[in-house]
């Protein structure tokens, strides 16, 4: 299976995780000052529909790319472990780039370190379950080539 296409497939799989985990924050009214949907909406100057759809193709399209093809960069021996620094790395780039650019300040100072905690670990949650789906697919087509080869 082609490696981009193995990436997308993982990364379905973690956004639907990490969006699954997003909705069930907002249901128990935990963290109600943090709705990345609602900013990501505010920043791309459009509705809830236009945040989700920033939310899908980050996870998605970006990561599960970025670690179909820079995976072999990451430390770590196992997809999962490589997957959780990914996700590390993304958690960086949003504390550092994208709360400043959505009006949070750096470390998203402007919405207390409760945000930052569970940003960082839904990030870990998301990196984890990318780079597991990713090595069990991978795992499965070289397993189904080899049965039929």
């Known amino acids: 299976m082609n490696r981009n296409i193995q990436g997308l497939i993982a990364g379905t799989i973690a956004t639907a995780v990490l969006s699954v985990l997003m909705l069930l924050k907002g249901a128990m009214g935990m963290l109600p000052q943090f709705n990345v949907i609602a900013m990501l909406a505010n920043t791309l100057g459009g509705g809830p529909l236009l945040g989700w759809a920033a939310h899908i193709a980050i996870g998605v399209v970006l ?30 780039v949003m504390m550092l780039v994208a709360m400043p650019v959505m009006g949070a300040g750096i470390f998203a100072a402007g919405l207390g370190l409760p945000v930052v905690v569970a940003t960082l670990v839904l990030h870990l949650i998301f990196g984890a379950v990318l780079g597991f789906s990713f090595g069990k697919i991978g795992w499965a087509m070289d397993r189904a080539a080899t049965q039929v080869g």
Do not use: D, E, H, Q
């Open 63 to 92: 990561y599960g790319l970025v670690f179909a093809n820079l995976s072999a960069m990451l430390p770590g021996r196992s997809a999962t472990i490589k997957g959780v620094t990914l996700g590390l790395i993304g958690w960086l």
